[in-house]
């Protein structure tokens, strides 16, 4: 039959299976492998919590990912509900097909299907496994996998405690809301009680000023950790964190408050920065740095991809550094918006463009102070970043001329999809930015916009701007 018709129907079979919950749960050791996957969607869609907990008690497969699966309502009830359905402790599985389930993924994440088993079925399982803790399904099962080569059997003790562990994959955001606080709690309360039976895997953790629950980053293995955001954090919080962080490849901090960049705190946070090998993406707004960026650049990794600095007050001298640090040659995304830089030259950020052209792909400097005269001069040097895909410079000082011949000149960039434009200001009266925009002048010019890149053949980039 019809892969697709086969699907539609294990789809109305789930449908029709859920509108009686009793019975469901009353046959879940029955009903056939091939139709948890659309039973637990439609389940999950449906925000019906006992089922999903009775589902995760029996789950047939090695791994359990929500994937793109996202709850209209009461997201943490239904999470809360899928791990209670864990087996913890273990001996409490009286699941008649035996207990399969190893990883649970509580995560989002677009690209990932319900289970791997399906696409793998040999060692390792599952695509999502975690690489570093040592309390990793993946580590305690390739001790198992080992001694099995070398004879050993399932007689060693580690080997033996490898059959009960579980991994429960979650992102973490610590902020003050009441209803996350308590899903935290929840969750330490169960990784306490499976006495080291279950990893808490969290690879991405937001932390929105620290003083939300700790206890929770005591239990957490902070070399699983590829993604940190931090906000309003204090530079000691900040140094304590990264120590254990050492698979981090993203870092976000926003309104970090140093005060001085000769102090302790601030030394130790370079030293620890530059401890963080894999880091590939650096993203630091309302981070004061005037004249201190080649502090940050000395330590950083060369390969670093995408570097954000937004409200940084960076000046003149900090392009310069960046123009001349090891980062500049592998750059993909950069973002300078609002620093003022372009008020003092823009001979430096020339000499920056030409550097980052063999890799730049995504380029900000969104209300930067850049007149005419410095867009005019970095024209030619815009030009030669040859992948450039998204080009923004909204909220600069340009006048309409200019905005033409620079609409004409990047026509050469093969790659170029998306570019966001200041309001030229003759839209402004009396050039006063925020108050008198002039909104028939704006649509005057989005309709020459229009009409030019239609002349040029260009009408697959996307010219925008903020209004
Ligand atoms: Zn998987
Ligand atoms: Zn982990």
New binding site residues.
Partial sequence: MDQKITATLFELAAKSLLSSEPAVMHALEKIPRGLFLPLFSTAFLGGHKKILKAMVRVWPFHCLHLGSLKAQESYYDILEAMIDGLPIPPAQNSSSRGHKLKILDLRHNSKCKTTCSHVRLTFPFCLQS?K??QH?VLNLENTQHRARCLGMGNSGSEVESAQGTM?LLVDISLNNTLRTQQFLTFLCNKVEQSSGFL?L?C?DLRINRMSANKRILQIL?LG?IDHLTMDQAYPNEIVTLFAGMTHLRSLSLSNTPFRSYKGRNFRFFLILLGQLENLQELRLSFFYLKDQLHKLLRVLPPHLDTLCLSFCGLSIRDVTSLSQSSQATQLRVLNLNNNDFFSEAYEPFQVLLEKVSGTMQHLEINNCMMTDSALLAIIPNLNQCVHLRVFNFAFNPITMPVLRSLLQHLTSLPRLRHVIYPIPVHCYQERNFHHSLNRQKLAEVQAQVKAMLHMLHQDHVQWATYS
């Fill in positions: 975690c570093y803790s990793a991994e990893h895997c690879r293995d699983c």
